[in-house]
């Protein structure tokens, strides 16, 4: 399944139907991390075929365009968000734990992670650009908006960027040795470990059962 038919579609869809669609954005992305296994490299992707779909979808509801736009990107921004703090939840219990994931999984998740919420504000300018009229306008001023204002995406991308900087900046001796032991046993397993967290959170958010 491409990440097309597995977002963009039922994105479009979703935003052709209108209404209301922060909760349904917000479980589709979710449920879309979850399957990609919270790989921070995925995220970009699913957050680009969220918007794409989005603006497909979108562009029989000229009238009410805007407000509908609006509530389907605080979902697109909620589930960005937990996923970022999944990730940094499973970086954070194992550095308490005195262990640590391989150092190429969090130079991978920290390089993937690097200008997320530019790239989000990019995506928008260019389904904007897209797009047709009020739909267009919409776009455009949700954009500048954000840019002004900030996202929940990009506070805490920071934060997990720092959290990674962190255990990547680890330079005594015991935490090299400790990395070097933990590199074998977690090589890879960063990537499933922030799913599992992330699983649990969007249950506990959309009130389902695990």
Known sequence: MTMESEVREPMREAASAGGDLREKVRRL???AVVEHQADPEALRAVMQETVAG???GL???AGNAGET???ALTGLDEAMSKSLFALQMAVEESWEKGRHFADTD???AYDALRGLEDDLLGTLRSTGDKSQGLLREEFSRLGEHLRRNGTDTGTQTRRVLEVLSRDLGATTAEAARAVQIDAREAAGRLTAVTSGILRGLA???DGRKG
């Open 29 to 31: 992305v979710l449920d």
């Open 54 to 56: 989005l603006g497909e």
């Open 59 to 61: 562009g029989g509801h």
């Open 69 to 71: 736009l609006r509530t």
């Open 106 to 108: 969090l130079r991978s």
């Open 203 to 205: 249950d506990a958010m």
